[in-house]
C-alpha cells in the first residue's frame, strides 16, 4: 500500500473536476487584449465584466489603472472555496465609474440641450466632473410621484422622505441644473454654456459598481468607484454585497453615488480604511454579525436632501437585526446632512470607539431602540443636534467619551414614549462614566424619567457661565432642567463623583470649532481633565468595559 500511496496522489491531483487557482488580468489599454483571450498578463481580458464571468474561487484579478464604465459583478456560484483577490494591478489607480459620456446633445435654446432616446432614469448628471441640480427627479421606481407609492406617507409631515427635491420639469430649470422626462426619454441640462464642444457630460446609469448575493472569503482592495445611479431601482448601495460572508473591503474609495456608498449584509466582513463620502444619501450601511468597521470615513454625505429621520447621514446599521456582535472604530464622520453614526433598532453588543463624529447636522453618534452598546473613546464634537443619544436603548455603556459643543443636550439616554406599546422599549440599565461634557448648547445629560437603573458618575462637566444643565426626561414643568451638580444630585442621586469645571472655551479652540476644523487641538481641555481622578475599577465594575480601568482621568485615552 505504501508504494500505491503517490500514485494515487498524483491521480487525484489530475481528477476530471480539479480546479486550479489563476491570476487574471484585466488590461483594455494592452494590444494584445480580448475577451476571447486567457486572461493572462501576455494576453489580458478587455473588460471586466467578462473578466468577472471567468473568476472563481482562490483566483486573483489583477486590473489595470485607468477609468472602467462598468460593475464588477459576482457570478452566482458557490464561493466558499480559497480566497479570492481583486486588486489594481500596480501602483495606478482604478476607477470604476457607474456613469457614461452622453454624446448627441441637441440645443434647444441657448444654454439648453437634450439627449433624446435616453432610456435610464439618471439620478445625477456631470458636467465636466461638477454636478448639475437635479430637478423633478424620482426615485426608487416613481416616488414621489407614483399614486400609492409605498414611501409615500413616511415622514409625510416633514416633506416625506426627500424634502430637499427640487419640483417641477423643464420650465424650472435653472443653470446648472437636469431634468429626465421619463415619458419622452428625454434628458434635459442647462449649463451657461453657447455649444458644448470640449466638455464632457456623464450621465448615471449603472444601479452598483460592485454587486454580489453569497460572496465569501473575497478581498476588494485599492479600488475607486464613483457616479452609481442605485436609487433610481431601489434603496441599496454602490458597493452591495447581500448575504455574504467573511469578506475584506480595504481601502475602497466611492464618492459621489446617489445613495448610499457601502451595503453590505453577512456575518464576519472587514471594512477598513474605506471611504464614502460626497454620497447621495449614504455613507455606509451594514447587517449581520461579528463584523469589523476599522479605520473608515463617511463624511459629508447626504448631497440630495434625504430626511435625516429616515435613512441619510454618514453610517447606519438598521434592519434585519441590524450590526450584532460588532465594532465600529477609527471612523470618522464629519459634516453629514444627518447623523455622524446612527444604530437603529436592535443592535446588540457592538463596541463603538476611538471615533471622531463632528460637525453633523443630526446627532453625534445615536444609538437607537438597541442593546449593549459599548460607546467609548470617542471624540464627539460641533453637532448640530445631540453629541451621543441613546433613545430606547439598554444595558449600554457611554464611557470615556469627549463631547463638546454640540447644539443640543451633550449626552441624552431617554424614553420617547415608544416603550409603552413595546415594553421591552424602555431604556434600563445603561451607565455614563468618565465623560467629559463641554459647553453644549441645551442640558449636558438627560436620563429617562423613572431612571430606570442608569446610572451616571465620575464625568466632568464644563460650562462658560451658567452653571451645567441636568433632566430626568426632557425638560419640563414636571421635569425641570436642574442647574448645577448638586441640584441634580438632591433630584436624581446621579454623579456623587462627578465635577464641574466653570471656564470659557479656549480660544484656539473655539476658532477650530468655528471654521469645522476635523482635528482641533484638545490639550488644553485634556489638561483640565487630568486633574480629576477616576476610581476607574469602581466606575466600570461590572461591564464589559472593566479593562478601561487604566484611565484614570475624564476623557478620550490619551
Not at 452598483?208 to 442605485?230: D, E, I, P, S
Not at 471611504?275 to 447626504?302: D, F, P, Y
Not at 447644539?407 to 415608544?418: K, P, Q
Request: aromatic share 8%.
Amino acid at each position: 500500500m505504501k508504494r500505491l500511496l503517490p500514485a494515487l496522489v498524483l491521480i487525484a491531483g489530475f481528477a476530471p473536476g480539479a480546479v486550479t487557482a489563476a491570476v487574471r488580468h484585466v488590461d483594455p489599454a494592452h494590444s494584445a487584449a480580448q475577451d476571447a483571450s486567457d486572461g493572462s498578463a501576455q494576453r489580458p481580458y478587455r473588460t471586466l465584466g467578462y473578466a468577472m464571468k471567468q473568476l472563481k474561487p482562490g483566483d486573483t484579478l489583477n486590473i489595470a489603472a485607468g477609468i472602467y464604465r462598468e460593475a464588477l459583478i459576482f457570478p452566482e456560484i458557490a464561493w466558499s472555496g480559497a480566497p479570492t483577490v481583486i486588486q489594481p494591478a500596480g501602483n495606478g489607480e482604478v476607477l470604476i465609474k457607474g456613469s457614461d459620456v452622453v454624446t448627441g446633445w441637441e440645443p434647444v435654446e441657448r444654454g439648453l440641450f437634450v439627449k433624446r432616446a435616453w432610456k435610464a432614469n439618471s439620478q445625477q448628471v456631470f458636467v465636466d466632473g461638477v454636478a448639475l441640480q437635479q430637478v423633478g427627479g424620482t426615485i426608487l421606481g416613481g416616488y414621489p410621484e407614483k399614486a400609492g407609492h409605498p414611501l409615500a406617507k413616511l415622514h409625510a409631515t416633514q416633506g416625506g422622505i426627500w424634502p430637499g427635491r427640487v419640483a417641477g420639469g423643464r420650465e424650472q430649470m435653472t443653470d446648472m441644473s437636469f431634468h429626465y422626462d421619463a415619458a419622452a426619454q428625454s434628458l434635459y441640462i442647462k449649463v451657461p454654456l453657447a455649444a458644448l464642444d470640449g466638455h464632457t457630460v456623464e450621465a448615471s446609469v449603472r444601479p452598483h459598481l460592485v454587486f454580489g448575493k453569497g460572496v465569501q472569503n473575497v478581498t476588494l482592495k485599492k479600488l475607486n468607484f464613483q457616479h452609481a445611479n442605485t436609487s433610481a431601482v431601489n434603496q441599496t448601495g454602490a458597493i452591495h454585497l447581500w448575504q455574504s460572508d467573511r469578506n475584506v473591503l480595504e481601502e475602497l474609495d466611492v464618492s459621489h453615488a446617489d445613495g448610499a456608498g457601502f451595503d453590505i449584509t453577512g456575518d464576519g466582513n472587514i471594512i477598513r480604511n474605506s471611504k464614502a463620502n460626497h454620497c447621495g444619501q449614504l455613507g455606509m450601511k451594514v447587517r449581520g454579525r461579528a463584523n469589523r468597521l476599522t479605520g473608515n470615513e463617511t463624511s459629508h454625505n447626504n448631497t440630495r436632501g434625504f430626511n435625516k429621520w429616515w435613512e441619510a447621514g454618514g453610517a447606519k446599521f438598521v434592519g434585519e437585526g441590524g450590526l450584532r456582535d460588532s465594532e465600529v472604530s477609527g471612523h470618522r464622520a464629519l459634516g453629514n446632512r444627518g447623523d455622524g453614526i446612527w444604530f437603529d433598532w436592535m443592535n446588540s453588543n457592538n463596541r463603538v470607539h476611538d471615533n471622531v463624529a463632528a460637525y453633523n447636522a443630526g446627532f453625534g453618534i445615536h444609538y437607537e431602540a438597541s442593546q449593549k452598546g459599548y460607546i467609548y473613546n470617542n471624540y464627539v464634537f460641533g453637532n448640530r443636534q445631540r453629541g451621543i443619544y441613546l433613545p430606547h436603548s439598554s444595558d449600554s455603556v457611554v464611557a470615556y467619551n469627549l463631547v463638546v459643543k454640540n447644539g443640543y443636550e451633550g449626552i441624552a439616554v431617554i424614553d420617547e414614549g415608544r416603550s409603552r406599546n413595546k415594553p421591552e422599549l424602555a431604556p434600563r440599565a445603561n451607565r455614563v462614566l468618565g465623560n467629559i461634557v463641554a459647553w453644549n448648547g441645551r442640558s449636558s445629560l438627560v436620563l429617562p424619567v423613572g431612571l430606570l437603573d442608569n446610572a451616571a458618575d465620575y464625568n466632568l462637566y464644563v460650562s462658560a457661565q451658567e452653571p451645567p444643565g441636568f433632566s430626568i426626561g426632557w425638560g419640563s414643568r414636571e421635569n425641570p432642567i436642574r442647574k448645577g451638580l448638586d441640584a441634580w444630585r438632591t433630584a436624581s442621586g446621579q454623579d456623587a463623583n462627578s465635577w464641574n469645571e466653570s471656564a470659557a472655551v479656549p480660544q484656539p479652540l473655539a476658532d477650530a470649532l468655528e471654521g469645522r476644523q476635523p482635528n482641533p487641538d484638545w490639550t488644553q481641555v485634556m489638561a483640565l481633565a487630568s486633574r480629576f481622578k477616576i476610581r476607574g475599577a469602581q466606575a466600570l465594575s461590572g461591564t464589559p468595559l472593566a479593562s478601561l480601568a487604566d484611565q484614570s482621568s475624564p476623557g478620550p485615552k490619551r
